[in-house]
């Protein structure tokens, strides 16, 4: 199968830090990488695209200055939350799509990582 | 403005019996459909994908329909297991171009009693 992986699985950080967030497919190598965003009994929210080699691609309303993004190599991308502050607690989803898949692409999903900004 | 419903919020189902969660949507012609199973504290977890011009896709116990009239789709698990107990969540993706986002749902919490 396709192993998507994430790092740290969970992080505590005072507010006005920085935090980043690795993305690593495992036996895969991934053209594209998307970051999710989930608040408690919420739905995941499409943050941003990632696509290796190239900027990233920021949903309305998030801020990309905020929230880094750096698609370094097929097999990983980084989320970095720059100035983290409490309300940027969440759980952050990250998914990868299989080089060459196709039209229709099953997406791999991490494990997630759980922030909490003290 | 676009939105994507499920059915409710949790469902409670009696094991063995047949879980049905919805989908609906307004505003989109997606060009598939995705259904995810998420367990607490975990990243979703792809069971199936059903394309716009599919009417119905299996895969072991699970079913799903997709309806472009009714803009619906229909989850189905047979014979269902405690173990079935989670999250599901539908997504759409808008594009056909296969490297697109998804849309999610909040998710149905399904609840299956021994």
């Known amino acids: 199968g396709a192993v998507v992986s994430q790092h740290p699985s969970w992080v505590i950080c005072k507010s006005g830090t920085s935090v980043k967030i690795e993305c690593r497919s495992l036996?895969?190598?991934?053209?594209?990488m998307f970051w999710y965003r989930q608040f408690p009994k919420q739905s995941l929210m499409l943050m941003a695209t990632?696509?290796?080699?190239?900027?990233?691609?920021?949903e309305q309303g998030v801020e990309k200055d905020k929230f880094l993004i750096n698609h370094a190599s097929l097999t990983l991308s980084t989320l970095t939350v720059t100035s983290a502050h409490p309300e940027d607690s969440s759980f952050y989803i990250c998914?990868?799509?299989?080089?060459?898949?196709?039209?229709?692409?099953?997406?791999?999903f991490g494990p997630g990582t759980r922030l909490t900004v003290l | 403005s676009q939105k994507i419903e499920q059915n409710s919020e949790a469902l409670n189902i009696q094991e063995g019996k047949t879980a049905t969660l919805t989908c609906n949507y307004t505003n989109y012609s997606p060009a598939y459909l995705q259904w995810y199973r998420q367990d607490p504290g975990r990243g979703p977890v792809f069971l199936l994908l059903?394309?716009?011009?599919?009417k119905e896709k299996r895969k072991e116990r699970l079913k799903v329909t997709f309806d472009t009239t009714l803009k619906q789709s229909l989850f189905h698990i047979t014979a269902s297991q405690p173990a079935d107990s989670a999250t599901y969540l539908c997504?759409?993706?808008?594009?056909?171009?296969?490297?697109?986002?998804?849309?999610f749902g909040k998710g149905t919490h399904l609840i299956i009693q021994p």
């Open positions: 990632s696509n290796e080699g190239s900027k990233a691609t920021y």
């Open positions: 036996d895969f190598q991934a053209t594209t």
């Open positions: 059903i394309r716009e011009n599919e």
């Open positions: 998914s990868a799509i299989r080089l060459a898949g196709g039209v229709g692409n099953e997406q791999f």
């Open positions: 997504a759409l993706s808008l594009s056909g171009g296969g490297a697109d986002g998804l849309t």
